[in-house]
């Protein structure tokens, strides 16, 4: 029997693997880093694909983009290590101008293929003019490339034929839970929220400046999330919208 993770539904089985695909460096850690702890926890294996290494996060025009992106990288993988993952692929396109194009499908895709994900975790491609910091331009253009990635592309041996050329064989992905204003799927992160914590405290470079505001904010969003889901008092969740993608 697989393990099971916690959501405002009762016991969910677990994925066996998961691959989550972001546009830069803390995405991850701000949308999913409980759900992430919760899935690590059952036995899920989980990998991450980014699309930028986030080397045009930070105003301060002294450090280099070469150097940034070192950092924000190893903070990045900080991160992963605290939720229990290990495996990181960076695609290495340019932060503050990724394009849903063919190159970016491609890219995803093949990260799809050597990862064989049944579940795969991405950010919306629809903006939220309430909340715009989500609706950032490299947000969208990522999941959009995600999705196309998702169906057809990887599972479509004629897509991107130079990954059958890399022995890149096709892999069909039986979900989607993609970052959502409106969830249907709540994961209950209330026993891990101090490791969403501690992985957002590990991107030094983008939350030291938050000091003690951090965990406030992420307590009040986490909570608001698990209000909307109809959890007891003190609940804590991400939720997202699952699309069937098989």
Not at 44 to 52: D, N, S
Not at 81 to 94: A, K, Q, T
Request: proline fraction near 7%; aromatic fraction near 4%; hydrophobic fraction near 40%.
């Amino acid at each position: 029997m697989p393990l099971q993770i916690p959501t405002s539904d009762g016991p969910l089985d677990a994925p066996e693997r998961v691959l989550v695909v972001v546009a830069h460096p803390d995405d991850i850690d701000f949308g999913s880093a409980g759900t992430i702890a919760t899935l690590t926890n059952a036995g899920t294996y989980v990998a991450y694909c980014l699309a930028t290494s986030g080397e045009a996060g930070e105003d301060d025009m002294t450090v280099s983009s070469e150097d940034l992106a070192a950092m924000r990288e190893a903070e990045q993988a900080a991160a992963a290590e605290l939720v229990g993952v290990s495996e990181i692929h960076w695609l290495h396109h340019p932060d503050g101008r990724v394009v849903a194009d063919l190159g970016l499908r491609r890219d995803i895709s093949r990260v799809i293929r050597i990862v064989k994900p049944d579940v795969v975790i991405s950010q919306n491609p629809e903006p939220s003019w309430d909340r715009i910091y989500g609706s950032h331009p490299d947000h969208l253009a990522t999941a959009t490339a995600t999705m196309a990635a998702v169906y057809p592309d990887s599972r479509n041996p004629r897509a991107h034929p130079e990954l059958l050329e890399e022995c890149h064989a096709p892999h069909v992905v039986t979900e989607v839970w993609m970052g959502s204003q409106e969830p249907t799927r709540y994961i209950d992160i209330t026993p891990v929220f101090e490791k969403k914590v501690e992985a957002l405290r590990a991107h030094v470079s983008q939350t030291a400046r938050m000091g003690d505001r951090l965990p406030e904010l992420l307590r009040e969003w986490s909570s608001q999330t698990a209000e909307k889901a109809g959890m007891p008092e003190g609940s804590l969740a991400e939720g997202f919208r699952v699309i069937n993608a098989s």
